[in-house]
């Protein structure tokens, strides 16, 4: 729907203790039966209940001029409810005879055994004939096709002329995803019905066409709230609504036979969104009995069709706390539990709890202690896990916000959040494009709602968040993002602020931070976190009000039921809260699309089965083989025998049929569960190295997949076997490995570089890495000792080397295997100190050129000061004018790794720029680019092959390089004193 942008008006302030006015955070008052109210509660009441005189005229609230589409919908619920209700009550008539009663539905033709008792009673012309059909095998229920027939209304109006009602059936079939895929095929025969069920369809068999030119309901002067308007808004309202989750509705169909819901009594605390009726349907065909069931909404948006269709089908009562009044909501779901209870007094059937935001569990522990064995609950979001994780519940928790599925989640809700943030933008004629942007909070929302800012044209992106770990501020970095780390700093000249932290991220000292360079420019601040966690509003309240009592805010912009309000601060200042501090994405019906937000409700379904037959108590995970089933679903996988072309791999005892490229997908993805990447692994571990089959084996172990330990273990040990038999098979100088196909160190390097290990299973790859590094260093000294020469320089060999006295060996050079394992134990953060010390204390480390060097820069312990003096250690001598290209290559790997440390400070960092742009200019025919120059360290392991051998062998091979200097050694220090480096030595 066309957002709304209506202009204001004053109007006064609510008589002192009237409490909160819509959209601001309401006062609270606590009783018995329901929850501690929120903290800011008696600062809110303090806030708004205007002490002193009343006050003359206020700003606040400020009372929008109707439009003629504000006219025609208003009071939209009610015209809704309405139409949802049957039409021709008729006389209260005892139904005729059976037979008699056959023949009147005869009349209405094939389509009516499709209806309802109550759609086809209300097309005879009688509901209260709707017991008697209910006897003739008519299904219960109030309107199931009362969706269909609202929008089949629009697309008849819409039809071209001469158009019947069967071609209208099929048009719409097929311009409709999901219709006959809820309600069967949808022909001339149903529609008929149809129409006589829901007299608001037009009521012709042939069409007559659209209407044209002046008679456009919105065109011209406003002509009153006549019925032909309610009724065109309420469809297009309705129009909105998908019909169709289809993998909701499938779990919904798995569990139709069984019916687990049947036996229990349901509350739902869910969002009155567009996919609310899809799950109310599938949770129906899987048991639930609406007679014993209720729904209540989160406020966020009020979703008044939604409310009608999910009453009209299903019958199941819905309450709508007001838009943003959260004490409202506590109270209606304090409300809704205390029902639940009665009805379990009643039947002794258990209650399942839907709860999204720890709202119905922390009630269910303060009101009903003795009775928490009743309870089931699923939790849907994080904030809720942060609510329970204070609680000590005595009932199952299923934990659907923890799930793998739920991840998939995260880069929609950071793109509904910019673009409803871009919606309000736009009908305040302004927009992101060019503009400053803050994140507070770098989770999984936040990085997502980074990257749809830079999509939608933001100049800038900026993430704050003080609890990032150094590889995560080097991933945002290397994504484009700046990564700032103190507060004042990160607020400082943003034009607009989006909070996704989950907790408090902008203080009332906050708010004279924003503009600080300008007070006078334009501030925007967004929330994209459940209630009003992220914003102080109570402060943001208190700072605009002035000494005489008044609120000053002005509404500035209407978007659906989403209010944003100018805050005229008392030091001058001008900020706008979008969507008044409530989640800026609940837009619309649809704030993120059904099809995207379906396998959610498809979790949500399941974990409710779940919690059903849980006998447990606390915090209980997702069944991972029901994940993936949804999860298979979602990628297109078959339960049915493989086709040619395809792979069947089993999970949780269930095989599932697909395509490489299919598995390739479902092992990259961050919602695939533990138990799936194993099998995915196991299925491909063997295949042939480097080839498609071996890559997604691979790819099963890399970041961000979490691991189970029997699978880790499992990895582990390949790895062990790999290196013993290569050892074996290097002991008879057999050319061909007599093991696997495959390699498993590349899984090793894996490992290492996956974040998302516990600490445990970290250090059992780190373990392994220095245990397999000494094993083969310890080889390279046996042959050491056997050999015919042995470097000068070389320490003394013996058993258990160290990795510092592997480099010294020359061991670091002795193959790619034996070069990974060394750059796995020289990156580990792990790395034991006393292995690190030696090299920090040798003195001619980092001035010959090999690929340990690289690797040792870039360990995550080295302090700052450590690394300014290794790079000093290493410029001071190293001959920037050779002209062999790996010589420069290693240079400028060398400068990255300075560079990109976590560590180091500003100073090296424009330092080793300085350096890379003066390698650059000398490195003549290595243009950077070319395949001389890596892109990332780490993916190729260089070898620098122009130089060989031990220190020793090194020096002199560059002491009798004496053509190989391009420029002499004064040019060069003059190159290098315009830069402000330090000179090379002449000599």
């Known amino acids: 729907m066309a957002p709304r942008v209506p202009t204001g008006l004053p109007r006064p302030l609510p008589p002192p203790g009237a409490g909160a006015t819509r959209g601001a955070t309401p006062v609270a008052t606590s009783t018995a039966a329901t929850p501690a109210p929120a903290p800011d509660a008696a600062r809110a009441a303090s806030v ?51 037979g008699e009663l056959r023949t009147r539905l005869e009349a209405l033709g094939p389509g009516a055994s499709r209806l309802t008792a109550v759609e086809a009673a209300t097309a005879l012309g009688h509901t209260s004939w709707a ?88 065109s011209g002067e406003a002509v009153g709230d006549t019925q032909a308007e309610r009724l065109q808004n309420a469809l297009e309202e309705l129009n909105e609504i998908s019909f169709d989750m289809p993998i909701t509705r499938s ?38 009995d609406p007679a014993k069931a209720e729904f209540v909404g989160i406020p966020y948006q009020q979703g008044h069709a939604v409310e009608a269709t999910v009453e009209a089908e299903s019958g199941m009562p819905m309450e709508v706390p007001p838009l943003g009044d959260i004490d409202a909501m506590w109270k209606c779901i304090g409300e809704a539990i205390d029902r639940a209870v009665e009805r379990h007094r009643e039947n002794g059937e258990p209650i399942v709890v839907l709860d999204d935001g720890g709202y119905a569990s922390k009630y269910i522990v303060e009101k009903y202690p003795e009775l928490q064995s009743a309870f089931r609950v699923v939790e849907q979001t994080t904030r809720g896990l942060t609510e329970i994780s204070a609680l000590t519940p005595g009932f199952p928790v299923v934990n659907v916000a923890g799930s793998y599925g739920k991840r998939l989640e995260s880069a929609q809700i950071g793109e509904a959040i910019i673009s409803s943030v871009s919606t309000v933008l736009s009908a305040l004629a302004t927009g992101l494009n060019n503009r400053a942007v803050l994140v ?24 704050y968040d003080p609890y990032l770990t150094p590889q995560q501020r080097k991933a945002l970095e290397a994504e484009g993002f700046r990564v700032i780390t103190d507060k004042a700093e990160a607020l400082k000249d943003k034009f607009l602020v989006v909070g996704t932290s989950g907790h408090r991220s902008i203080d009332l000292e906050d708010f004279t931070r924003l503009a600080s360079g ?166 491909f571990a063997d295949a042939p190295a480097k080839s498609v089959e071996n890559r997604i084996s691979l790819d099963c172990l890399g970041a961000p997949h979490e691991l189970s330990n029997a699978m880790l273990d499992q990895v582990l040990q390949q790895v062990i076997d790999d290196i013993e038999l290569r050892d074996q098979a290097a002991a008879a100088k057999s050319i061909t490995h007599p093991g696997r196909r495959t390699e498993f160190l590349p899984a090793l390097e894996r490992l290492v570089a996956n974040d998302a290990l516990t600490e445990e299973q970290r250090a059992q790859v780190s373990d392994l890495v220095q245990e397999r590094l000494r094993f083969v260093q310890d080889r390279s000294f046996r042959t050491q000792l056997r050999g015919p020469q042995r470097p000068a320089d070389a320490p003394e060999p013996r058993g258990n080397a160290s990795v510092y006295e592997g480099v010294r060996v020359g061991s670091g050079g002795r193959g790619p295997h ?36 690289v690797f040792l820069v870039k360990n995550p312990r080295l302090s700052s000061a450590e690394l300014d003096t290794l790079a000093s250690r290493a410029f001071d001598r190293l001959d920037l004018a050779r002209t062999f290209a790996s010589y ?4 400028f790997d060398l400068t990255e790794s300075f560079a990109a440390h976590p560590n180091a400070s500003s100073a090296l960092r424009e330092r080793m720029a300085k ?36 220190p020793a062998r090194m020096d002199a091979e560059i002491s009798g390089l004496s053509k190989g200097l391009r420029i002499s050694r004064e040019d060069l220090n003059q190159h290098l004193a315009r830069l402000g480096l330090p000179p090379v030595p002449l000599a």
Request: proline share 7%; no cysteine.
């Open 131 to 218: 017991p008697g059909l209910e006897a003739l095998g008519f299904p219960r229920g109030q309107g199931r096709s009362y969706l269909l027939a609202a929008k089949l209304t629009l697309f008849m109006e819409r039809s071209f002329r001469g158009a019947t009602v069967d071609e209208l059936g099929a048009l719409f079939a097929r311009a409709t995803p999901g219709a006959e895929a809820t309600f069967g095929a949808i022909d001339g025969d149903y529609v008929r019905a149809l129409q006589k069920a829901y007299p608001f369809m037009p009521q012709w068999q042939t069409s007559p066409g659209p209407k044209v030119g002046d008679d456009d309901w919105l």
């Open 818 to 853: 034996t070069s990974l394992l060394m750059k796995l134990a020289l990156t580990d953060p792990r790395l034991p100190q006393a292995e690190l010390t030696p090299f920090l204390k040798d003195p001619s480390v980092l001035q010959h050129p090999t690929p340990v060097n």
């Open 518 to 683: 300008d007070p006078d420019r334009p501030v925007f601040i967004a929330q994209g976190s459940s209630k009003r966690v992220e914003i102080d509003h109570v402060g943001l309240l208190s700072q605009s009000t002035d000494a005489q009592g008044r609120l000053r805010r002005v509404l500035a912009a209407k978007v659906n039921d989403q209010e944003t309000y100018h805050y005229w601060l008392n030091d001058g200042r001008l900020i706008t809260a979008l969507a008044n501090d409530l989640p800026v994405n609940f837009q619309s019906i649809n704030s993120v699309a059904p099809a995207d937000i379906d396998h959610v409700m498809a979790l949500m379904l399941t974990g409710a089965v779940q919690a059903l037959r849980s006998t447990g108590s606390g915090l209980e995970p997702l069944d991972e083989a029901a994940q993936f089933r949804i999860q298979a679903q979602g990628a297109g996988l078959s339960e049915a025998p493989p086709l040619e072309g395809q792979v069947a791999v089993t999970v949780g005892g269930r095989s599932y049929a697909g395509s490489l490229e299919q598995w390739a997908e479902l092992a990259r993805s961050v919602g695939t569960p533990p138990l799936a990447l194993a099998a995915i692994h196991g299925a």
């Open 48 to 98: 708004l209940a205007s002490p002193g005189p009343a006050p003359l005229v206020s700003i606040e609230d400020a009372a929008p001029v109707r439009s003629m589409r504000d006219i025609v919908q208003g009071s939209s619920l009610g015209r809704l409810k309405h139409l949802a209700k049957p039409f021709l009550d008729g006389a209260q008539l005892d139904p005729p005879a059976a």
């Open 915 to 950: 350096y890379q742009a003066l390698i650059e200019s000398l490195a003549q025919g290595t243009p950077l680019g070319s395949d001389l120059w890596p892109h990332q360290l780490g993916t190729q392991l260089p070898q620098y092959q122009d130089l060989k051998g031990t």
């Open 251 to 288: 779990v919904g169909e798995r569990y139709a036979e069984e019916k687990p819901l049947a036996k229990a009594n349901v509350v739902m605390v869910q969002h009155v969104l567009g996919q609310a009726s899809g799950l109310v349907r599938a949770m129906t065909a899987a048991g639930l």
């Open 888 to 891: 420069s290559r290693y240079l």
């Open 440 to 463: 507070v909070g770098a989770g999984k929302v936040g990085t997502e709602t980074a990257r749809a800012a830079r999509a939608h044209g933001a100049k800038s992106v900026a993430v």
